[in-house]
């Protein structure tokens, strides 16, 4: 077989590389920066929805006079009376269509008034009745009713296998079953929107959305729109992970309500509770990997069998188990993912959908392993390295530097000498342990990526794309992204994105958006640079389309290792992480303190995970029963004590002109893991059910 | 959330009156557990009468050598107080581990004190609840009942009150001034919070219109050497899922007296009598500590989510006299 790698043009790198503070860094802590709901609108109409009280079932009456008699109530809509919207494709946005409830907690209605106040109180005033049906909303990895995806997320395929994993020889073989919680997002922003709908069909949304054009184009379709005549603004987003990065329900509510009151913008803001059912979720999972090797550890087979949810009203299919099919060599292999189609809010992405709770069974696995072998879980990595892409037989792009980053980890960590033996540690009332796992997240590159160059009077270029910034510091990396295209200063630069107006751009999602934007934006200087030179006149302009795949036949992968150290207290079981590490190799980093906030900041959601997040659903009656930040724990300030990240130094030749892999992902991967691994390390007791809370620890035996 | 009237009450004799005079009336303070309420509809007073700002804002000692702690005194502002960090540290340490900076700014001590359970179920209007809606059913019996009651609770209700300065302030026997309709009156600690029994949606033994004033704390010199371990999920802004008040006097290796409540167990806060009577006049030892917890969760009854209570509770007693005792020496 033979490889074709191409090297693509690099960027000569001045800005990029420099760890320039966020542009716009004053105008956020200032308050000044507009987040969805705060664009200012004149005489705008509050929303506040109706939700099902069933999981199941049907509607089969609306008493809505007592809510529209309320003074200050503009309009109550049900499925009796909404707009009629024209595609139901999108089954997730096919909202007050039908009487039909497919989970607890749909939106069955909306008040339109002139204040939330009176709108949450009309809303309570709703009296809507139900023909319940019996509903199913619990995963059990034992039911007879599993079913194979045709293709998981990302259009991974839902199976595979190679050679024969129960034939393979095995001097050691480890075969567990790990689980994850179900989790939700909970970004700090809640989805939020405002809509304004004019007459015959012009619609404007200020969104808090991962992707302008993308809900753009949902919302066309479901409503039979021109999308030139759909508009949708984001300049500013709190936070996302994956839950703003496709048009929900609530989008297609705030439409419906701005139909009914044309002219006048509906303001629509989800409560936190209301969030654990509208606009996605980790699925729960259950894995079973079964590990085979040799007495010295070398890999003979792989197996991670996967069970997990979807909804019945629209499949969803995480990708949990495709982390195994690449990440160690074996001769035999076998990942396969079921799902349980129940009734429950629609699963959806997740930061890292896949690699997160997939990596968590597969890693603690490996240390499981490696403590079987005596060997050193570093090591134990290292003899399990492939040489090319185990599921293409191709090689890496930028080449694959695991065992560099575990090897600069445990330097940087201190992790030799390290005495193996659990549970022997101790200061005090506390045991303490370190652990080690790796990480790994694809580099994705979306089509459909345009961007323009204009030259304006000022002598400033302006860098225009439909872009977001959802906290991850686009207003600042593409920036600096289009000053070496243009080879200006950073200064130089007017960027211009969080707008469907201006050229189409991909999601913010998959970890793409800087090599996806970034390839259009340099495509664009490149194309503005060769018409017209280093003395443009003024209102020059180009534009250009990012190139489809510029690296030819490679794998395109990133990795790295996470360190954790775990305090685990002796008579209570309460687990403390002073202090974690993770080393990445992601090709060239455009901006070192955006880069490093984001590594962090996926650390701290994978001790998030490993420690705190789990939502509860009560099967009797359908809904996550802890939705609020009370009863729904992210680490806390207190949790979280030092972390830092480091990369290798490095360029991917043939990814893009920057050079670049994306970081958004990666960083909360692998982190439960290393965490898991530590408590292990600490107490000698081995969770493999997420998350580690005091009293897993005390059933394990603690105490 | 239905709406209501806002009066801002400028004495507690008028603030007493006006509530006792209507029905759907409530008291309002620090409003850090009543406004969620609001909001999710699991309150729906129609008058709200504001008793932040009475004259009941501070901390003095009285002549007996008690001190009084005024209802309106913010959590932050007692948890910091000189005195109480002196005389009564486990007091101080209860309220550093509820909630977060902002909400201990406005959350006052009459008001911690009649917050009600975090039960998922009574905060959510959609599912049953006795405490709630009294006859409607117990959601958590059944369900996810993790934090819930492992002593004391009924078939009707299994939540557990939430404070964790109700819980120092059993262990310390304080005593609530209360002025109700009828006039002022004191009601020990101990019997101000119920079991749930069949009643469930009475936390306290309090009536419609009474008004806690103040929190007298005795004149009790083993406080000095008292501690308030709260174990919870993560580091700071949870709820315990089980915690101790202790307070005790050790002389030459045995223990004279002690003081020793739990929270996150019970319905109210759970004062161990049974473990404070088997350790007076034993020796100071981590045998004795846990003969003591054991004997005090015999009559636990966990649920399904929350056996590992029991075990917790223990230990973590025997840790909070251990770490007491040890200090002494």
């Given amino acids: 077989m033979t490889t074709e790698l191409v090297t693509v043009d690099l960027l000569h790198f001045h800005a990029i590389g420099v760890p320039l503070e966020r542009a716009d860094g004053t105008i956020k802590v200032t308050g000044r920066a507009p987040y969805a709901f705060e664009h200012p609108v004149t005489e705008p109409v509050y929303l506040h929805p109706v939700q099902a009280t069933v999981a199941r079932g049907r509607v089969t009456g609306a008493d809505t006079a007592a809510a529209r008699a309320l003074p200050g109530v503009i309009a109550v809509l049900t499925h009796e009376n909404a707009p009629r919207m024209v595609s139901g494709d999108d089954p997730e946005l096919w909202v007050l269509q039908s009487t039909e409830i497919a989970f607890r907690g749909q939106f069955v209605g909306a008040v339109l008034a ?77 989805h939020a929107v405002i809509a304004l709908w004019a007459e015959p069909g012009e619609l404007l949304l200020y969104d808090s959305s991962q992707g302008v054009h993308r809900v753009r184009g949902a919302l066309a379709t479901a409503f039979g729109l021109d999308p030139g005549r759909v508009r949708v603004v984001s300049p500013y987003v709190g936070g996302g992970f994956g839950s703003k990065g496709s048009a929900h329900a609530h989008h297609a509510l705030a439409v419906l309500a701005a139909q009914a009151v044309p002219g006048r913008p509906v303001k629509f803001a989800l409560t936190r509770q209301q969030m654990f059912s509208q606009v996605g979720y980790r699925t729960p999972t259950v894995q079973h990997v079964r590990l085979s090797a040799t007495a010295d550890g070398r890999l003979t087979a792989i197996s991670h069998e996967v069970v997990e949810q979807t909804a019945r009203l629209k499949e969803f299919a995480e990708q949990t188990a495709v982390c195994s099919r690449m990440m160690y060599t074996a001769p035999n292999r076998r990942t396969s993912h079921r799902l349980a189609r129940l009734d429950v809010p629609v699963p959806a992405w997740m930061r890292a959908p896949g690699e997160a709770p997939g990596m968590f069974a597969a890693e603690v696995a490996m240390d499981e392993l490696a403590v079987a072998c005596g060997l050193d879980p570093i090591e134990l990595r290292a003899r399990n390295e492939p040489g090319t892409d185990p599921v293409t037989g191709r090689p890496w792009s930028g080449g694959r530097h695991l065992v560099e980053c575990l090897r600069e980890g445990a330097r940087r960590f201190g992790w030799d000498p390290r005495d193996p033996t659990p549970g022997v540690r101790r200061d005090g009332e506390w045991l303490v342990g370190t652990g080690v796992a790796a990480s790994t997240y694809p580099r994705h590159l979306l089509p459909g990526n345009r961007a323009t160059v204009r030259y304006t009077p000022d002598g400033r270029y302006s860098v225009l794309i439909g872009a977001v910034d959802i906290g991850t510091g686009t207003w600042t990396t593409l920036a600096q992204i289009a000053a070496d295209a243009l080879e200006v200063p950073v200064g130089a630069v007017a960027l211009e994105i969080g707008d469907s107006d201006l050229p189409q751009a991909s999601v913010a999602g998959g970890s793409s958006g800087m090599s996806s934007w970034g390839s259009a934006v340099v495509a664009a200087a490149r194309a ?176 | 959330m239905n709406p209501f009237e806002y009066r801002r009450a400028m004495d507690a004799t008028a603030a007493v009156a006006l509530v006792t005079e209507h029905p759907g009336a409530a008291f309002l303070a620090g409003g850090t557990n009543l406004v969620d309420h609001l909001k999710l509809g699991v309150a729906r007073p129609d008058l709200l009468v504001d008793v932040s700002r009475l004259p009941l804002d501070t901390i003095s000692s009285l002549p007996d050598g008690r001190v009084r702690v005024g209802a309106a005194v913010r959590n932050s502002d007692l948890a910091a107080d000189p005195l109480i960090r002196r005389r009564y540290p486990m007091l101080s340490a209860a309220l550093l581990a509820g909630a977060s900076g902002q909400l201990r700014n406005l959350a006052t001590t009459g008001g911690n004190l009649l917050q009600r359970t975090r039960c998922v179920y009574f905060q959510d209007v959609t599912t049953p609840c006795n405490k709630r809606e009294p006859g409607s059913g117990c959601s958590a019996l059944e369900g996810y009942n993790r934090g819930h009651a492992i002593l004391g609770a009924s078939e009707q209700c299994v939540a557990v009150h939430p404070s964790d300065l109700a819980v120092a302030l059993t262990a310390l026997e304080a005593e609530v001034q209360v002025l109700g309709p009828a006039g002022e009156r004191t009601i020990p600690i101990g019997e101000l919070y119920r079991l749930p029994g069949d009643a469930p949606e009475r936390d306290t033994v309090l009536s419609h219109g009474d008004l806690i004033t103040a929190v007298d704390l005795p004149e009790l010199p083993m406080a000095a050497c008292s501690a308030y371990r709260k174990v919870r999920d993560r580091a700071s802004y949870a709820f315990a899922l089980v915690s101790v008040a202790a307070a005790v006097d050790v002389a030459d290796g045995v223990i004279r007296d002690v003081r020793i409540a739990f929270g996150g167990v019970a319905h109210r806060p759970w004062r161990a009598t049974r473990a404070e009577q088997l350790l007076r006049g034993e020796p100071a030892t981590e045998t004795a500590f846990a003969a003591a917890a054991h004997a005090e969760l015999a009559p636990a009854r966990p649920l399904a989510h929350n056996a590992f209570k029991v075990p917790l509770a223990a230990s973590t007693l025997v840790a909070t006299l251990r770490g007491l005792t040890e200090e002494g020496r």
């Fill in chain 1, 114 to 190: 002139e204040t939330l106040e009176v709108a949450r109180h009309a809303a309570d005033l709703v009296r809507m009745e139900y023909e319940n049906l019996p509903h199913d909303a619990e995963l059990d990895p034992r039911r007879d009713d599993l079913y194979a995806p045709d293709v998981l997320n990302a259009g991974y395929p839902t199976d595979t296998a190679e050679g024969d994993v129960d034939a393979a020889p095995a001097a050691v073989t480890i075969d567990r079953t790990y689980r994850t919680p179900m989790e939700h997002n909970n970004p700090m922003e809640p």
């Fill in chain 1, 528 to 703: 503005f640079r060769a018409r017209y030179g280093e003395g443009p006149p003024v209102g020059a302009e180009a534009s250009a389309e990012a190139p489809a795949e510029p690296g030819g036949d490679f794998a395109a992968d990133s990795f790295g290792a996470q360190f954790a150290e775990v305090r685990v207290n002796a008579d209570t079981g309460e687990v403390r992480v002073p202090r974690m590490l993770g080393v990445f190799s992601a090709g060239k980093i455009i901006n070192p303190r955006t880069a490093r906030s984001q590594f962090i900041g996926g650390m701290i959601m994978g001790l998030s995970a490993a420690l705190h997040e789990e939502s509860v659903l009560d099967p009797r009656f359908g809904h996550v029963v802890n939705h609020d930040f009370a009863d729904y724990h992210i680490a806390a300030c207190a949790d979280v004590v030092d972390i830092d990240a480091a990369w290798l130094e490095e360029v991917d030749p043939h990814a893009n002109p920057m050079g670049s892999r994306g970081i958004g992902e990666i960083g909360i991967v692998g982190a439960p893991a290393a965490i898991a691994n530590a408590v292990h390390h600490a107490t000698g007791i081995r969770v493999r059910d997420l998350p580690i809370t005091p009293d897993r620890l005390l059933t394990h035996g603690l105490l």
